[in-house]
């Protein structure tokens, strides 16, 4: 079936360190959505890229649609405590939202 | 708006028993979605209603579980009879198409 693939499964940075997670569609996306979901909470909608090879930045977090609008990529700068969470890519191949497993972020102060 | 309301926030329940999620979602949502997450397997989704019609139910696992969306400000998402590795937490969402998801706060189901 249609899936999405991210990695890493988990990191652990120092605070201060950048982090990247990696999302990866078998098929062509009408558009790549993230989420962060907190510790013990529900996923919280961030930003949607919609272009090919789109880039958009929200403060610390960088996010990017690959050219052929199946990959993108989140990267956060200079990670604080407060970035801990888990970080979900959700892909559109088609008229449904499928997650992909999530990176699961902690920061070590 | 209070945005998507799930209820119950938890559940526990005995094998065998009849399980029964709701969900309210975002009134102007046309697309509703129940997601199951566990650590092994993550953020599966279900199934996905657009228009109250179930459009795609290839998520869910077996006969044992049933979705409905009666009207546009409600669903349901039943199991029947429940089973300990049905233990999750259930999340329902809404958005207007497939645009912004917003989810509820979901239910911890615990099958003892």
């Known amino acids: 079936g249609q899936q999405v693939m991210q990695i890493p499964q988990y990191q652990h940075v120092q605070e201060g360190e950048d982090f990247t997670t990696y999302c990866n569609s078998s098929?062509?996306?009408?558009?790549i959505q993230w989420y962060k979901q907190r510790p013990g909470g529900h996923p919280v909608f961030l930003i949607q890229?919609?272009?090919?090879?789109e880039v958009k930045k929200q403060k610390r977090l960088t996010f990017q649609f690959g050219e052929a609008k199946k990959n993108s990529s989140l990267h956060i700068t200079a990670t604080q405590t407060t970035d801990v969470g888990t970080y979900f890519c959700?892909?559109?191949?088609?008229?449904?939202?499928?997650f992909g497993a999530g990176t699961i972020l902690r920061v070590k102060s | 708006d209070a945005g998507v309301i799930q209820s119950p926030r938890h559940e526990v329940t005995e094998m065998g028993q009849e399980v029964t999620l709701r969900c309210k979602p975002i009134?102007?949502?046309?697309?509703l979605f129940w997601y199951r997450q566990t650590m092994m397997r993550g953020l599966e989704l279900l199934i996905y209603?657009?228009?109250?019609?179930?459009?795609?139910d290839s998520g869910m696992p077996e006969d044992r579980f049933s979705a409905k969306m009666p009207n546009a400000s409600f669903s349901t998402l039943k199991i029947q009879p429940s089973e300990p590795r049905d233990s999750a937490v259930y999340f329902c969402?809404?958005?207007?198409?497939?645009?912004?998801?917003?989810f509820g706060q979901g239910t911890r189901l615990t099958v003892v």
């Open positions: 969402a809404s958005s207007f198409r497939v645009f912004e998801a917003f």
């Open positions: 098929t062509t996306l009408s558009n």
């Open positions: 890229l919609v272009k090919s090879g």
């Open positions: 959700a892909g559109v191949p088609g008229n449904k939202l499928v």
């Open positions: 009134s102007g949502h046309n697309s």
């Open positions: 209603f657009n228009n109250n019609v179930p459009i795609d």
